[in-house]
């Protein structure tokens, strides 16, 4: 499973090379955390599928692809714009300094190089401008309300930024973000989808989101974001309210994950819902106790890792009951 996100961290890192503008590009690709967004493109792909119950015309495809990425490249890089003073300041005091680590999937590069100075700030807003404007054609010329959705998202996601040491709360602000990429899927390929399906899909992700990747992943930076007096979930509300909020988001993940493939007109056998109780069960079920087991960093990581590859797994199941 991490040998995936090896293979893309390996292709990314590729770029690497005596040439200075490949270096420049390999900084650019570990601003927009682009081994972790292309897993992430799993989702919205897995969404559509599970909502029209087949593949949708070749340019919807097509466009569809680049506007997804092209979306979760900027986004991703908007965290950092928005973060640049704090994460500035916590790289200064000696933060960061082990974490550009393929053990760590956000860090498979290198984390945070516009704080480390090895980007500059005008350079990553022209990056964010330039792959902002591609997702916004690609969005419009597929539906207007993906636009819409895509917008909505950039601005939570800043939201989300500017609240870090206000509340805790702003961790559902997250949740909503990471849904809005699999909504503006549904919406590319059904104008009017059925607001069943839309509800169960919106709290499915939500909830993944929440139990297996704000939650390990603030825990991750929970000794640093004390000392800054951030407001995440880990510091505000301790470990151990903290890892039991992560599997009870996850158990209700996974039952609505079940409710999805219900509802959806995808042709699911008895075969695919075990396939699918077992990425719960070893991709997030599993890691989610051995933390709550074991309250540590490194279960944390173990857990927000192999809780990103869980879109993945949910595309594959859709994709082979789409071929049955």
Not at 110 to 118: N, Q
Not at 227 to 256: D, N, Q
């Amino acid at each position: 499973m991490h040998t995936l996100g090896s293979v893309i961290t390996l292709t990314l890192s590729a770029i690497k090379s005596p040439h200075p503008w490949r270096s420049r590009l390999h900084l650019f690709w570990a601003l927009s955390r682009t081994p972790h967004a292309i897993i992430d493109m799993a989702g919205p792909g897995a969404a559509a599928l599970l909502c029209l119950g087949r593949f949708p015309s070749l340019w919807i495809t097509l466009i569809g692809l680049v506007t997804v990425f092209s979306g979760y490249t900027a986004v991703y890089a908007i965290n950092d714009l928005v973060d640049y003073q704090p994460d500035r300041r916590k790289f200064r005091q000696g933060g960061y300094a082990d974490d550009d680590d393929e053990a760590y999937l956000d860090g498979a590069l290198v984390r945070h190089p516009l704080a480390k100075g090895a980007i500059r700030m005008r350079e990553a807003v022209l990056w964010v401008a330039a792959w902002s404007a591609l997702a916004i054609l690609g969005a419009y010329w597929l539906n207007p309300v993906c636009l819409l959705i895509f917008l909505v998202g950039c601005g939570l996601e800043v939201v989300y930024c500017l609240l870090w040491r206000i509340t805790p709360y702003r961790a559902l602000i997250n949740g909503v973000v990471k849904t809005s990429g699999a909504l503006a899927a549904v919406y590319a390929v059904n104008p009017t989808p059925s607001p069943l399906f839309l509800g169960i899909l919106f709290l499915w992700i939500f909830f993944w989101e929440i139990g297996g990747q704000n939650i390990p992943n603030d825990w991750i930076d929970m000794a640093m974001d004390r000392c800054y007096g951030a407001k995440t979930m880990p510091v505000r509300f301790g470990e151990g309210r903290a890892r039991l909020l992560s599997i009870t988001s996850l158990i209700l993940a996974f039952f609505l994950n079940m409710l999805v493939m219900l509802v959806s007109p995808l042709p699911f056998t008895a075969f695919h819902y075990l396939l699918a109780l077992a990425a719960n069960f070893f991709l997030l079920l599993l890691p989610a106790l051995k933390l709550y087991q074991v309250p540590h960093r490194d279960q944390a990581m173990g857990l927000f890792n192999k809780a990103s590859y869980y879109p993945l797994a949910m595309l594959g199941v859709s994709l082979s009951a789409f071929m049955v």
